[in-house]
């Protein structure tokens, strides 16, 4: 890996925006060399329209999905799971954020919901930020075509990265949950899936990160049983239907949080890729 220097190699007065900006960029020019959109309907969209946005659809306004964001109970261990297990690279950290205006900006829906239900914020994880008994610290990693924010929330007297979380994690992290969400990961074509799980649990368990379990694709009612199945039940490959070509498994990371990995072949590659190609002719007309 590049050195914490040369990761956050950002010209002097460049600011946080300006910087995300660029990955956003960055990450689409990823999509485009990774084949999951057409050159020729990047192409057709222009660089700059002379319809005022501000009064168009929301759609029009958008660039895509700029990244996702996990909170993490260790840092330091999310971080290395993301850069040296999977292999992203740092865009940037920043942290020890605290004050009136970031707990404003990010807890005011929580606050409220505790004014109403006239209960103590911290027993519905509101950190207080604005006193700055807690902190914010952040770090972006960059894929392909995505970019990962992980997020930690620490008592001041905590030390950054290496610190306790402020809050326990949730104990039960079902993907049926309403408002669950988790990170897909999309691997290349021509990977070995099975092998793919297999090297991902044996490279986390040797950093003992022993929480990185993937699911398999027949019935397992132990851990043992799990650990003991064939490496071809280390993915749901669909071969009928609308998603024939696609193939899948659950997995949780090293935080506990809900992973997916997929590989999508012909032909349903081509029903995302036609999908994709409307969507850029659509936002052409911006």
């Not at 040369?6 to 995300?20: H, I, Y």
């Not at 090297?199 to 379990?213: I, K, N, Y």
């Not at 132990?222 to 696609?246: F, H, L, M, V």
Request: charged share 25%.
């Amino acid at each position: 890996m590049a050195s914490e220097d040369e990761q956050q190699d950002v010209p002097a007065g460049t600011s946080r925006r300006e910087v995300m900006r660029t990955i956003g960029a960055a990450t689409l020019a990823g999509i485009v060399s990774a084949g999951g959109v057409s050159e020729s309907a990047l192409a057709a969209t222009p660089a700059s329209s002379t319809r005022n946005r501000d009064n168009g659809p929301l759609a029009f306004r958008l660039q895509g999905v700029q990244h996702f964001g996990l909170t993490v109970h260790n840092m330091d261990r999310a971080f290395e799971f993301y850069t040296e297990v999977l292999g992203g690279t740092e865009v940037m950290r920043d942290g020890d954020f605290h004050g009136d205006k970031i707990q404003n900006t990010i807890m005011a829906d929580q606050e409220i919901l505790a004014n109403e239900e006239k209960v103590d914020p911290r027993t519905i994880g509101v950190p207080d930020l604005r006193e700055g008994d807690q902190r914010l610290d952040v770090r972006f990693v960059a894929f392909d075509n995505v970019v990962i924010e992980l997020l930690q929330y620490r008592d001041a007297t905590q030390p950054q990265g290496t610190g306790d979380s402020w809050a326990e994690p949730r104990d039960h992290m079902s993907p049926a949950y309403p408002r669950s969400m988790h990170i897909c990961f999309y691997i290349r074509d021509d990977v070995n899936f099975n092998k793919f799980i297999a090297d991902l649990e044996a490279e986390s368990a040797r950093r003992g990160m022993t929480q990185v379990r993937a699911n398999r694709t027949i019935r397992v009612q132990t851990e043992q049983e799990r650990k003991s199945a064939p490496i071809t039940a280390n993915t749901n490959k669909i071969t009928e239907g609308k998603s024939n070509g696609w193939s899948l498994i659950y997995c949780k990371g090293p935080e506990g949080e809900q992973l997916e990995f997929v590989q999508a072949l012909a032909p349903v590659k081509q029903v995302f890729d036609h999908a994709y190609e409307t969507h850029h002719r659509k936002m052409a007309g911006a």
